[in-house]
């Protein structure tokens, strides 16, 4: 049976860098913000839902949208959350392998911890996630996401990833160790 582990944390904590760290080892990995993408790229029901509600699918727009007003961002949350899910789910059962990680940067706040043997957190302290993304908002209070201290808490296996990449691959590997010897 395959062990299924989520990533999760802030806007530039590393938690992509943290999955490809998986991936090198081997690990099948899935990112819901590429699913979240390809979605809106793709899927001719959510483009066209977008564009009902929008008038674009451009993701740029939509996020500037949809980040200014709560309830637009709770409809488009209810429209995407559940087909990543769906995709998730089936993505898992087709896995070969021991470990099998998916990063999803929204974890806790949607309460899919549940699902997953493991979470892994990966924090960085504000300066280091400010100079490592583009994202120009405070990202945690804009979307009443929880604070790193209370993810970190809750996870576990977690990583304040403000050294090099060697030492993040470094972190991923020992979790990596410790899954196999469950």
Known sequence: ??????????????????????????????????????????????????????????????????????????WLEGLLHPRVRREEEAWLERVDGDVAVTEIPLLFETGGEGRFDAVVVITAPGPVRAARSEVARDDARSRRLLPDDEKAARADFAYVNDGTLEQLDAFVGEVLDRLRQR
């Open 1 to 74: 049976m395959t062990l299924a582990v989520a990533v999760t944390g802030g806007i530039g904590a590393g938690k992509s860098a943290a999955l490809e760290a998986f991936a090198r080892r081997g690990v099948p990995t899935l990112s819901a913000d590429e699913v979240v993408h390809r979605l809106i790229e793709e899927d001719a029901e959510v483009r066209a839902e977008l564009e009902a509600r929008f008038g674009t699918t451009e993701r740029v727009r939509i996020a500037e949208i949809v980040f200014a007003d709560p309830e637009e961002l709770a």
